[in-house]
């Protein structure tokens, strides 16, 4: 029989991780619940109808697709051998498979939206944690399944939504305590872009080139560019444009003078410093940076993206979003406008335990451990052990009749701070003994004081 393994690119988790990860989680939440989102939750798997075609050619691939039941059915045989043919060359078929697991959760999101809008009270805002599942490479900061926390408002055009988006990154990662900078875009600059390249039937092209820029380098962009059509004074511009640089003001006015009249470019730059001047009275500007090179291939942006990236890190992003106002039309409800960013919790995690950033306290788990010295002994300390834990004490009682040797060595190894000892005479004088490990103070006390016993 072969060891046990995982698939490739997933995880088991411990008691110590769930319990830092159930810690960003519990912070996240609590911010999203602050600025009034409410939770909802989709199911793992979708109508793979549901997902083709939403997140670009380069997505499509990395979509888990699930097999049908039945494949083994004789009666399907003659159908099989052609669909196979056609799922491996990334077409849909569905006699091979009519579903997938969720790539992320906008999607199913925006589906929920198109088929309970009648139900809806607009603006809609809500979050969403759950697991999604990517076919990626599996490498440092990349799971092919992992967290994300998204936060999302749809049924509504204003750009105070994304004004608040933008603090509940500031104020999240400041509780937990990690120096971020959060990145901002709007497609509709790249569209502005896109136009005066030739036009824009090139926006798709250029998003996807630019968006590869931080992994291969301008020069492969280019050669990228070259292949899709691009001629040398169009990358010549492209090239002024990624080379745009300074303090958020300075790089606005390089971008203006660029982009010259051309009017969507006009519209994104007055989107940006509409939500920038807003973060001006808040303080939270210093944390938010305008960065042109910012492209997010995803194909159903329309206005400001955003990028977070942790300060004096090697991770990649840890949070990303932007504005889609027509994303529900792909499910034939038109006219919903949206904007949501989402929270990379793996990647948090990683970051948060690399620069030793997780509280101390966080994985303290059992703070007291009864022992075990006897059948009638161990009834006497059920009933204060309860009591304990109505006082939100956690405490646990070790279950066999055993040395002491080995119930002090249980506790050493779990962390469990603090010991109660209760035997014949403490049963008979209504007292306990209480030792601290780190300490090895020892205390005894009666069982009337023991639920108000400073552990």
Not at 34 to 52: K, V
Not at 97 to 121: C, K, S, W
Not at 177 to 197: F, T
Not at 412 to 429: C, F, H, L, Q, Y
Request: charged share 25%.
């Amino acid at each position: 029989m072969s060891k046990p393994s995982l698939p490739q690119g997933t995880r088991d988790f411990n008691a110590a991780t769930v319990q830092k990860r159930q810690y960003i989680f519990q912070t996240i939440r609590s911010v999203f619940e602050t600025y009034g989102f409410q939770p909802l939750e989709t199911p793992s798997m979708e109508n793979l109808d549901t997902l083709m075609g939403k997140y670009g050619e380069e997505g499509d691939k990395l979509i888990f697709k699930i097999l049908n039941n039945g494949l083994d059915n004789p009666q399907k045989r003659l159908q099989i051998d052609e669909g196979w043919e056609k799922v491996l060359s990334g077409k849909n078929n569905n006699t091979i498979t009519e579903r997938a697991l969720r790539y992320d959760l906008t999607i199913p999101f925006a589906r929920y939206v198109a088929m309970n809008h009648g139900q809806l009270t607009f603006p809609f805002k809500r979050y969403q944690i759950q697991p999604v599942w990517r076919a990626d490479r599996p490498q440092k900061g990349r799971y092919r399944e992992f967290y994300q926390c998204d936060a999302d408002v749809v049924g509504s055009e204003s750009l105070l939504n994304e004004v608040d988006l933008l603090a509940i990154y500031v104020t999240a990662f400041e509780k937990l305590n990690l120096p971020v900078e959060i990145k901002m875009n709007n497609r509709k600059i790249l569209l502005g872009l896109a136009q005066i390249c030739g036009g824009e039937n090139k926006l798709i092209d250029l998003t996807i080139a630019i968006d590869k820029l931080d992994k291969i380098g301008w020069e492969k962009v280019k050669e990228e560019l070259t292949n899709k059509g691009f001629d040398a004074a169009q990358q010549s511009v492209v090239e002024s444009y990624l080379n745009i640089d300074g303090n958020n003001e300075e790089k606005i006015k390089q971008l203006a003078l660029l982009l010259g009249d051309n009017e969507n470019g006009k519209k994104g730059i007055e989107e940006l410093q509409y939500v920038l001047s807003y973060h001006q009275s808040t303080g939270m500007n210093k944390h938010l940076v305008a960065d042109f090179t910012l492209a997010r291939g995803l194909n159903y942006y329309t206005g400001l993206i955003f990028e977070v990236k942790a300060i004096d890190t090697q991770m990649g992003s840890i949070g990303g979003g932007g504005r889609y106002n027509d994303l529900t039309s792909l499910f034939g409800v038109p006219n919903i406008p949206g904007v949501g960013i989402s929270f990379g919790v793996d990647r948090i995690y990683d970051v948060l335990e690399e620069k030793n950033l997780f509280p101390a306290t966080i994985d303290q788990g059992t703070q007291v451990l009864f022992f075990n010295l006897g059948e009638a002994e161990a009834k006497v300390a059920y009933t204060q052990m309860m009591l304990l834990r109505d006082k939100k004490i956690a405490c646990e009682m070790y279950p066999e009749k055993s040395k002491f040797d080995k119930q002090f060595k249980y506790a050493e190894k779990k962390g469990i701070p603090n010991i109660v000892i209760i035997g014949t005479d403490e049963v008979s004088n209504q007292t306990c003994s209480i030792k601290n490990l780190a300490t090895g103070q020892q205390t005894n006390v009666a069982f009337k004081d023991l639920p108000n016993f400073s552990f």
